[in-house]
């Protein structure tokens, strides 16, 4: 009898201890996959993204309330606009304006060395009066900067500038 009852007992051990490691295995596979992820799509899509980037507006706002609201942004620095000059027109810009010759003559105008920055070939415009190329792009380092028309003159402009 008592080998009987080991039997059963070896057996019945052996039977859950296969249960167990089924059921484990089953359950295993299921996790990560298609029918059951992880993470949802619909958590991402309609939970964390919207707070990453409500978070995010957040700190930007701070950021910029921060710097004293000096951030601004304006569609039309983002577009070249026309500008046609007259033969001894003087074009004065602020930091960062961009300058291409496209038609006429032109050259360096303002107080301050470099007047211009050559940015189709990487060289700085310190000369006074110096003949600009066309179809080269110019940068404004200096704010009071520009240049001066020699002759009837087409140029295209990014950002603030005044003639006169």
């Known amino acids: 009898m008592k080998l009987k ?17 089924a059921f484990t295995a089953l359950g295993a596979g299921t996790y990560g996959s298609q029918s059951d992820p992880l993470v949802t799509k619909s958590y991402l899509d309609d939970t964390l993204t919207p707070n990453l980037i409500a978070s995010f507006k957040s700190a930007l706002e701070q ?14 620095a983002d577009q070249f606009t026309v500008v046609t000059m007259t033969n001894g027109q003087i ?33 700085a415009v310190s000369d006074s009066a110096k003949a600009l190329s066309q179809n080269h792009m110019y940068l404004v380092t200096i704010e009071g900067n520009g240049i001066k028309s020699t002759g009837s003159t087409k140029v295209l402009v990014r950002g603030s500038y005044s003639l006169s």
């Not at 080991?6 to 051990?13: G, N, P, T």
């Not at 004065?92 to 032109?106: D, F, H, N, P, W």
């Open 5 to 21: 009852k080991k039997i059963v007992a070896v057996s019945a051990a052996v039977l859950v201890l296969t249960a167990v490691i």
């Open 63 to 76: 950021r910029i309330r921060e710097l004293g609201g000096n951030v601004s942004g304006s569609a039309a």
């Open 91 to 123: 074009m004065t810009c602020q930091v960062g304006t961009e300058i291409m010759l496209r038609i006429g003559s032109a050259e360096s105008y303002g107080p301050d060395s470099p007047r211009l920055v050559d940015e189709t070939d990487g060289s």
